[in-house]
T-cell receptor, first 116, second 116 residues
């Protein structure tokens, strides 16, 4: 079975400093991995996705993530945080190959706080 | 091209009443997924439907919950005899084909159910 663990439930950074949101996954197959962002009382927006192409994935709003198979990690980074980045972030794995439905499996989420 | 449309956005029900949540997928999408987000948690898969077919309902509670995606009209998630524990955000997502083809699925903005 596939699973995903977000290592920090809450991360606080100052505006203009780097962001690191950590995610480890467990999968018996080559996974598809995603990062979604959710602003308060809003839906989910896809930041980026990894589907076995380049291991360094660039997403929207300056975010990127690196797939490291040896570490089973898919950490999300951004060089410089902006106030508008404050939100809930979800690391997600898709069980593309262990079932025929490809449903998404979500981590517990990381709340990013950006201080002025 | 309108996104995934969910309504109502907010719904309040008394214990024992029925809740109906609607989801209109993006134009051209024939695959619909429902996810539930309990307070302070990530999203959990509930059910995956294609037109007139339930493909995977492994995440649906055994009682009181049902889902349909008729040939015409939106997908409906129905919760009978609601209890306080049903209070959550319910997200619908759609894709043009099953997620197993690595297509990204697109989420609606969610329906927030509050049971009083």
């Amino acid at each position: 079975a596939q699973s995903v663990t977000q290592l920090d439930s809450h991360v606080s950074v100052s505006e203009g400093t780097p962001v690191l949101l950590r995610c480890n996954y467990s999968s018996s197959y080559s996974p598809s991995l995603f990062w979604y962002v959710q602003h308060p009382n809003k839906g989910l927006q896809l930041l980026l996705k990894y589907t076995s192409a380049a291991t360094l994935v660039k997403g929207i709003n300056g975010f990127e993530a690196e797939f490291k198979k040896s570490e089973t990690s898919f950490h999300l980074t951004k060089p410089s945080a902006h106030m508008s980045d404050a939100a809930e972030y979800f690391c997600v794995v898709s069980d593309l190959f262990s079932s025929n439905t490809g449903k998404l499996i979500f981590g517990q989420g990381t709340t990013l706080q950006v201080k002025p | 091209n309108a996104g995934v449309m969910q309504n109502p956005r907010h719904l309040v029900r008394r214990r024992g009443q029925e809740a109906r949540l609607r989801c209109s997928p993006m134009k051209g999408h024939s695959h619909v997924y429902w996810y539930r987000q309990l307070p302070e948690e990530g999203l959990k898969f509930m059910v995956y439907l294609q037109k007139e077919n339930i493909i995977d309902e492994s995440g649906m509670p055994k009682e009181r919950f049902s889902a349909e995606f008729p040939k015409e009209g939106p997908s409906i998630l129905r919760i009978q005899q609601v209890v306080r524990g049903d209070s959550a955000a319910y997200f619908c997502a759609s894709s043009p084909r099953g997620q197993m083809t690595t297509n990204t699925i697109y989420f609606g903005e969610g329906s927030w159910l509050t049971v009083v």
